[in-house]
Every structure is written in structure tokens, then in C-alpha cells.
């Protein structure tokens, strides 16, 4: 496994701009040819990572992190935070995945302009952090960034008494003008789109002056592990977030303490690889698996035995057994399943019905078109160019059975589109990904990880990758 880091022109799971069968990245996804017998192991959580970032560099002391991810989500983070004043720097790890970091906290200076490339947790994130600091700053990001909800945060921000500009886009591109405190109190918002507009506010809150008290007014709330994760990461750094009713969060003004933190590995992009076992047969295991966790990726032990997996936990080691799987003769029910706690889950498992030989419907994911493109049109529309028969929904997508042939995939810049594609590419020979370099969101190593699953050579890469400079 290389080590994978950020200092060249051009992005590329193996360094070079190109990947097997990649052109300007290209790539067919690959066929497994008999069960698998596979173990890897995943770099940190991008949910974690990003969410640590922040709080590091509101704390009153140095913290370190530990087994990071380095991702393009995550150096945007990095690079947004340094432009604020923060410092990070890394310092070695026995990790293949890249090193650990240390960040030392810094008063918080405005005159910056954040990227944001696509990343939900930079636009939504880092606003109230911005806030706190003296003087201008802008975000941008990418242009399909701009198609993201963002009027929760503006309005947030504008209810604290900051001062915003957007020219009436509620959306990026927008600055804010920060005075160096934010005095914080009652604000109700209207989450409906992301559960990152309250972690957003809630990781700022214990830096306000008098704390916050949050309310969310709209029908529902998706993502709440998401809003869990950054209570209890609040709570390891001594701040305590009560929540008195459902829908409402309380957050007084506290010190956020330094600390040392190990990141977990992440649970959702262990999805792809976990879902691969069912249509490819045979078992695959992740290490390093927490025993407990707030991420959402935890509940594939439970969605994964609907569609006929074995799932087992031993020690840190999760393993996932499908039996003869879908290339060996087996077949996979039609499945009905509600993912409102985690629809990052959905692209994989959507995948995997798509294959199925019954009808099924995945609700509770109607938030999931303000991601990094319409991921239910999306997906809709690429199974069903490979033949599928996938209906819209208002809140989700049913699937009905129909043999899917060999053709085009276009990823939308998304992750997810990604990996789903190659979910399906297990069963189904010849289906084309338009650019796989877009998993250098979360997760740069997946091509060579996958290949290692299916028993593929691995191809030499060099070390350093550029992230930020892969748009």
C-alpha cells in the first residue's frame, strides 16, 4: 500500500494521471471471476477527520490526530484552516495511508478565501468558525458546489449577527465579515436538507459568547448519527450538549480542550467493499472495525443480513460472507428499507438492487438530491442506461428486476456514483466509469484497494498525489 499524500499537478490513484484502462480517468470496472477471500484495511473517516480539524483548531491547546484520512475533502479542510491561522503540520505514523497531524490553535484571522471544492463539511463547517474571526472571508468551491444548499447556514449566521453576503443566492459563492466573537443565544433553523447545518453550528457554539441554544423547525431530520458523532466528539474535548427535546440543542460557552485522537477507519466507504461479498460470493473482511461507533456505517451489521449476508464480528475484525454469491448461481431478494439514518449508504446498496431478482424500494433519502449532485436522479438514470427499471420517488427509488448489459457511467464529480459503478461492474462485464478520479473525495486508494480484493495485480505508484489540485 502506498502512502498517499498531496504535492503534485494532477490527481490519480496511482500518481500518474492514469489508472488501468483509465484515460484522463476512464476506467472499466472490473469483473470478479470467482468468490472472493479478501481482508483490507480503510483510512479514517472523513466525518471524523474533518469534524476533529474544526474543533483542534477552535481548542485552547494543541490536539493530534491519529490515523486520518488524507482525502480531498480533508486537505481542503486542512488548507481552509491554515488560511485562518490555524497550523497543521504532519508528523509520521505507521500508517500507509498518509500522516498523522498535529494542529496548534491560532487566533483567528479573516482576509482569507476557502475553497470548498465540493465538500459539505467545509461549506457548512467552517462559516461559524470564520465568524469568530477578525476581518473578511469568502467561500467558493466548485461549480457544481454551488448547486448545494446553503441557505440554512447564510440565515443561521445573518440570525447571530454576522454579517453575510451572497448577493441573494443562498448559495455559494458568499463572504462574511467576522468581528472576532460571535455572541450566539436562540436560533431556530430549518435542517430538512442537511443534519450538517446543526453540526455546523454546534462545533462554533462552545466559542460563542453566550453559547447557543439551536432549534430545528422542519418536518424531519436526516442524518442524526452525523448529529450524535459531533455531540459525543464535543463531549470527549469537555463540552456537554444537552438536548432537552427532540429537535433542540443546547451548548454552553466552554472551553474546547486539546486532546489526543485516534480516527476511526470509515464505515461508509467500507460499504463497496463489504456489498461486493453478496454479488461476488465468498467473505470479505474490514480490520480495525470499532466495537462502538457513532458513524453510520455500523448499520450495514444489520442492513447486509436483509439481502442474505453473513455478517460476523470478531475482535476489531468485521467480516461479511455471501455465500456462493450472485456470479456463483445465487440470488439476491428484493429488499424494503428505510435509510433516513444514513443515506450515504444508499449508492452501494441501490447498487446491490439493482442486481436483485425481486422488486425494491429504498426510502428516507429525499435529502440525498442536495448532495454532491441528485444522487436518486442520478443513479436512476445510469442503472436504467444499463438497462435497469428504477422509478423516481419523492423520498427514495424502487427497482425492479431487469438484466443490466454493459455501457457508460457517468460519476456527476460524485464519490459515491463511483464506487456504486463498480459495485455493479462485479456482475455485469464492461461497464465504462467517465472519471473514477472522483474518489479521491474520501477515499484516493480505492482502485488499487479493489483491485487487491479481487486478487488483481497491484500497479507501482509513486508516493506523492496531489489532492487539491484535482478538481
Excluded at 382 to 402: H, K, M, Q, W
Aim: glycine fraction near 12%; proline fraction near 7%.
Amino acid at each position: 500500500m502506498q502512502v498517499y499524500r498531496y504535492s503534485g499537478p494532477e490527481f490519480s490513484p496511482y500518481g500518474d494521471g492514469k489508472v488501468p484502462e483509465v484515460d484522463e480517468g476512464r476506467w472499466v470496472a472490473p469483473t470478479a471471476s470467482g468468490p472472493l477471500c479478501a481482508s483490507t484495511a480503510l483510512p479514517g473517516s472523513k466525518s471524523l477527520t474533518n469534524r476533529e480539524l474544526v474543533l483542534s483548531a477552535l481548542a485552547s491547546s494543541p490536539s493530534t490526530l491519529r490515523l486520518p484520512l488524507h482525502s480531498r475533502d480533508t486537505a481542503l479542510m486542512v488548507e481552509a484552516l491554515r488560511a485562518l491561522g490555524t497550523t497543521v503540520t504532519e508528523t509520521p505514523a505507521d500508517s500507509p495511508f498518509g500522516p498523522d497531524l498535529v494542529v496548534t490553535p491560532g487566533e483567528l484571522q479573516g482576509g482569507a478565501t476557502v475553497d470548498c471544492g465540493l465538500a459539505g463539511t467545509v461549506m457548512r463547517f467552517l462559516p461559524p468558525v470564520a465568524a469568530l474571526a477578525l476581518g473578511p472571508v469568502t467561500f467558493d468551491g466548485d461549480a457544481s458546489a454551488r448547486k448545494r444548499p446553503m441557505r440554512t447556514t447564510i440565515e443561521a449566521l445573518r440570525a447571530l449577527g454576522v454579517e453575510v453576503n451572497d448577493d441573494g443566492r443562498d448559495s455559494l459563492p458568499f463572504s462574511l465579515y467576522g468581528t472576532g466573537e460571535v455572541d450566539g443565544g436562540d436560533v431556530e433553523i430549518d435542517a430538512s436538507a442537511s443534519s450538517q447545518f446543526v453540526s455546523g453550528l454546534l462545533l462554533s457554539a462552545p466559542r460563542f459568547e453566550r453559547g447557543l441554544t439551536l432549534t430545528h423547525s422542519g418536518d424531519r431530520l436526516p442524518s442524526l448519527p452525523h448529529i450524535e458523532m459531533t455531540i459525543d466528539a464535543l463531549a470527549r474535548r469537555g463540552v456537554e450538549v444537552e438536548s432537552p427535546s427532540t429537535g433542540v440543542w443546547v451548548v454552553p460557552p466552554t472551553p474546547i480542550q486539546g486532546r489526543e485522537v485516534v480516527i476511526e477507519p470509515d464505515l461508509s466507504n467500507a460499504a463497496p467493499f463489504l456489498v461486493a461479498a453478496l454479488v461476488a460470493g465468498g467473505t470479505v473482511s474490514i480490520a480495525h472495525w470499532p466495537a462502538e461507533t457513532t458513524q453510520v456505517g455500523a448499520d450495514l451489521i444489520d442492513l447486509l443480513p436483509l439481502w442474505g449476508a453473513t455478517v460476523t464480528l470478531d475482535g476489531d475484525t468485521l467480516t461479511v460472507d455471501g455465500g456462493v454469491g450472485l456470479i456463483g448461481g445465487g440470488s439476491l431478494p428484493g429488499v424494503d428499507v428505510d435509510l433516513s439514518r444514513g443515506g450515504e449508504l444508499a449508492p452501494a446498496l441501490v447498487a446491490l438492487a439493482a442486481l436483485a431478482s425481486g422488486p425494491s424500494t429504498i426510502t428516507g433519502i429525499g435529502h440525498l438530491r442536495g448532495h454532491e449532485t441528485d444522487r436518486l436522479a442520478a443513479l436512476a438514470a445510469e442503472i436504467n442506461a444499463l438497462g435497469g427499471a428504477v422509478t423516481e420517488l419523492e423520498d427514495g427509488l424502487r427497482l425492479e428486476p431487469s438484466p443490466l448489459h454493459a455501457g457508460q457511467w457517468r460519476t456527476y464529480e460524485d464519490h459515491r456514483m463511483a464506487t456504486a459503478a463498480a459495485i455493479i461492474g462485479l456482475a455485469v462485464e464492461g461497464v465504462e466509469l467517465d472519471d473514477v478520479r472522483v474518489v479521491a473525495k474520501t477515499l484516493p486508494q480505492f482502485v488499487e484497494l479493489w483491485d487487491e480484493m479481487l486478487g488483481r495485480a497491484v500497479h507501482e505508484s509513486p508516493a506523492d498525489i496531489d489532492l487539491l489540485g484535482f478538481l
